[in-house]
């Protein structure tokens, strides 16, 4: 072959290459008005419900549309026209019905009788209860069952093939909201106990990376740390058929394309765009900016009270008084959250959690308390934040630093590796430090319970307050509404006065989504349930 | 006796053993020695207990003695187990296969690319020192070097997939709304073209282009470099003085004399560069979402999941080993006087 001959051959060859690739192009582009394409930072670490090495926020959004539960969360609108989970309804999932007993010591399910698993298998009362029994039982979820007080086998019993009773020494109203979350999903018993070993009772291994539920979606393609493809499930029978036939969840670790692609058209839906960016978007106003608090969540600085100087309540005051709030909202995450601080001072007046806190900059006041705790010329101090939170901490730390210096406080700042930080606050060796979190149940005893009380790292401050854990014991199964609602007042007074925790913000949880998506709604995972979008 | 390549390479490879047994151990130990307990740091849920976190060490085998944990890990190593990763709940040689690939296929291109332009560049430029071409070697190598990798990438997608549109979405290997060929070598291009799916190699040659130009970017500035400062000091001998006097054709000076020896550094800057380039990739497999092993080792050692970090390591290990071989074979042919025998 000569030269001429060959370079026409694959000119031709390429020709052909091309048209083939268009061809096939108009094939794709008509499947694309039925395909979703949402984008995130992060991959689902494990498909596992009840998975015993921990279960990241993109996989409890991954079980969220793969398994079902026994009862879902409603839905209510927020005030900008955002929809969101409506914890105070719950709504049937797998469970068409429940009921309690009079007194409130039984709880029994009625389960659909055409409810079944990807293979087709049936849902039956027999596969709830090993799911309920694997949740009580694993480390990663027992504690959370059992805030609903769902803790030992025995209290779930079969009653038939769709019917099972919980029993329990009391009514919690905590109960039908945990069942509600992804930690609580059914997944297909038949399936799982086939893959048991004796040293694996609960088929963790196998489930971990194998769908065994009946959600609204099934797994096509799971490359882990990479992408999710999902197609519908055209059997399923606990909610509304979805719209979109198949979803495309894509890992794309820097913002700055997750920004690039959802611009140019390229995605329907994006997560994790910084405040920032979401504000830039917003001006533009060629997208849309899906935005709500998050309603369980909150951002803070905590002072833990067992060590010095902190264990004096008007340190914690005084730092609390001295916080350039405003500047760090501004700063940090550019206005986009609902303040949790310069709140009303005085008696509280309603139950709400997380509140603002009665504190505001006022750097005299700060004075004054520090003279009060016999340290006027203040003190030197570490502020420590986590490198995954650096977004928030860096700006906000040298803020701090440069704010208590004014009052004589001298801080040194400190960035440390999640790892490192997380085990250091389970040991509550770090004084002073800024962390995010989240509560899975809205209750505010549940609140204090986890995060004002006890041994364990969730006590964010290292609080010990005799009065404030007998209130919290008394409020847990307190019928009475007025009883009730003055204990959780007293509670937020206690939790203002000691301080251990500076509430800041609500940061927005941002969603962008081209103009023809609709349907979206904010859950307590903060990742896109696919089964309640469509395009418009 | 001169010993045959192949001895030598048996050789080579027997007494890699202590050195990878060693990586094995320290990696190991470092693992341990970094703060922070990974059982706390993977029952981070509200609601886990002490308790919880002591159930979880124990299933991570943790609680055990480091000597018992360091046994039970060659005991593993030896089965070809190299433990599970946390963060993506898979076996690690599992992971490692999957995203190996990836990575190789991204660093050839890379590497490809950047000694088409970088050596013809070096020897261009040596041959006209102080040239515009000259100039140009300086410039692009200085600029290369200086402009962190996740920069030129982000100026990259910025400028030929966000303002032009020319370049696929920067995500990945393929686009997204295709299938993948069938896997058999796990390189895409190569797959493709063996499934004869002529659109998935088209589209996975697209994805490469970006990336790959963003590293050969940054490689290309060493071996230019190295080329031109090599091919100088050659030019300058005295066997090319001898060369040009006996009034060899000018070409075959260049060619065969000349290059051929200035080669000899460049080779083993070559070798350096693959390897650290097959490594050091993180951040553009960061930047284009690129599913590499720089990137999953990275996310990993941030996370405290030990199994993938050392696994990664013990790859990056062998790795080195083969290339250095690869490197000192690739030398005794070029240059017969380079003994093979110690």
Request: aromatic share 10%; with cysteine; net charge neutral.
């Amino acid at each position: 072959m000569d030269r001429r001959r060959f370079l026409t051959g694959s000119a031709s060859m390429i020709g052909g290459a091309l048209t083939y690739a268009t061809g096939s192009k108009e094939a794709v582009s008509q499947s694309r008005g039925e395909t979703l394409r949402a984008l995130g930072s992060g991959a689902p670490n494990t498909l596992d419900p009840q998975s015993t090495s921990g279960i990241d926020r993109p996989a409890q959004g991954a079980i969220e549309c793969i398994t079902d539960r026994l009862v879902t969360f409603g839905t209510k609108t927020g005030s900008n026209g955002v929809d969101h989970y409506d914890y105070y309804n719950v709504m049937p999932a797998l469970a068409e019905s429940w009921q309690y007993s009079s007194g409130g010591t039984s709880l029994t399910f009625k389960i659909r009788s055409d409810a079944t698993f990807h293979d087709n298998s049936p849902v039956t009362a027999e596969d709830v209860k090993w799911c309920l029994d694997r949740m009580v039982s694993q480390p990663s979820t027992r504690g959370q069952m059992k805030a609903g007080s769902l803790e030992k086998p025995e209290q779930f019993v079969v009653l038939g093939a769709h019917t099972l009773r919980m029993d329990f020494s009391r009514k919690d109203n905590r109960t039908l909201p945990d069942l509600c979350h992804p930690y609580a999903s059914i997944v297909n018993a038949k399936l799982a106990k086939k893959h048991i070993t004796e040293k694996d009772p609960w088929a963790s291994e196998w489930l971990k990376n194998n769908p065994a539920g009946g959600g609204a979606y099934k797994i096509a393609s799971w490359k882990p740390g990479e992408e999710v493809i999902y197609v519908r499930n055209d059997n399923w029978k606990c909610g509304p058929k979805s719209a979109f036939q198949r979803v495309i969840y894509q890992v794309v670790p820097e913002a700055a394309n997750r920004r690039a692609l959802i611009e140019r058209g390229n995605a329907d839906i994006t997560l994790d765009l910084p405040p920032k960016d979401v504000n830039d978007l917003e001006k533009a106003s060629k997208l849309q900016i899906l935005s709500v608090p998050a309603i369980n969540g909150f951002e803070f600085v905590a002072m833990t009270t067992t060590t010095k100087p902190y264990d004096n309540v008007k340190i914690r005051q005084a730092v609390a008084s001295a916080l350039p709030y405003a500047e760090m909202f501004k700063a940090a995450i550019f206005d986009r959250g609902k303040p949790l601080y310069g709140g009303p001072e005085g008696k509280p007046t309603s139950i709400n959690w997380p509140t603002a806190f009665p504190y505001r900059t006022d750097l005299n006041r700060a004075r004054k308390l520090l003279a009060e705790a016999d340290c006027p010329n203040g003190f030197e101090t570490t502020f420590v934040f986590d490198q995954a939170q650096a977004d928030v901490g860096e700006p906000a730390s040298i803020l701090i630093q440069e704010a208590l210096g004014k009052i004589g406080i001298k801080v040194t700042i400190e960035k440390q590796p999640s790892g490192e930080m997380g085990s250091a606050l389970q040991s509550h060796k770090i004084p002073f430090y800024y962390q995010r979190s989240a509560a899975w149940l809205n209750d505010p005893v549940y609140a204090f319970e986890i995060f004002y009380q006890g041994d364990w790292r969730w006590n964010l401050g290292n609080l010990k307050d005799a009065e404030l854990d007998k209130t919290i014991e008394a409020a847990r199964f307190e019928t009475d509404n007025t009883k009730y609602d003055a204990m959780c007042i007293r509670m937020k007074e206690i939790a203002f006065e000691q301080v251990p925790t500076i509430m800041l913000w609500q940061p927005f949880v941002d969603v962008i989504a081209q103009k023809d998506i609709a349907g979206y709604r904010y859950m307590p995972h903060r990742q896109i349930d696919f089964r309640t979008l469509r395009r418009v | 006796m001169k010993p045959s390549r192949g001895w030598f390479a048996a050789k080579r490879i027997v007494s890699a053993v202590p050195l990878v047994f060693g990586v094995v151990a320290a990696t190991f130990l470092l693992t341990r020695l970094l703060p922070g307990d990974p059982a706390a740091f993977f029952t981070n849920t509200p609601g886990a207990g002490a308790a919880e976190i002591a159930e979880v060490r124990h299933n991570l085998g943790l609680d055990r003695s480091l000597p018992e944990q360091f046994v039970i890990y060659l005991v593993n190593l030896a089965h070809g187990d190299l433990g599970q990763s946390l963060i993506s709940g898979q076996s690690v040689a599992a992971d490692l296969m999957e995203r190996l690939p990836a990575s190789l296929e991204l660093t050839v291109i890379a590497f490809v690319l950047a000694c088409a332009v970088g050596l013809p560049l070096g020897i261009f430029a040596a041959l006209r020192p102080g040239s515009i071409i000259d100039h140009t070697c300086r410039i692009v190598s200085t600029a290369g070097v200086s402009t962190p990798v996740f920069v030129s990438g982000l100026l990259l997608i910025y400028v030929f997939y966000y303002l032009l549109g020319w370049a696929p979405d920067p995500v990945g290997r393929l686009d997204p709304y295709l299938n993948a060929p069938p896997h058999l070598t796990g390189l895409l291009i190569v797959d493709g073209l063996l499934a004869g799916d002529l659109n998935s190699t088209l589209s996975s040659v697209k994805q490469l282009i970006l990336p790959s130009a963003t590293m050969a970017l940054f490689a290309l500035a060493p071996l230019a470099r190295m080329m031109r400062g090599s091919m100088i000091a050659v030019l300058g001998s005295e066997f090319i003085r001898t060369a040009r006097a006996l009034g060899l054709p000018r070409r075959k000076i260049i060619m065969t004399y000349a290059l051929r020896n200035a080669l000899l550094p460049v080779i083993t800057t070559l070798g350096m560069v693959f390897s650290y380039m097959l490594g050091a990739n993180v951040l553009v497999e960061k930047v284009f979402a690129w599913p590499g092993i720089g990137a999953y080792a990275l996310n990993a050692l941030i996370s405290l999941d030990y199994a993938p970090v050392q696994g990664f390591i013990l790859l990056m290990a062998c790795l080195y080993v083969v290339l250095n071989l690869m490197v000192d074979l690739i030398y005794s042919f070029i240059d017969p006087r380079v003994g093979l025998a110690e």
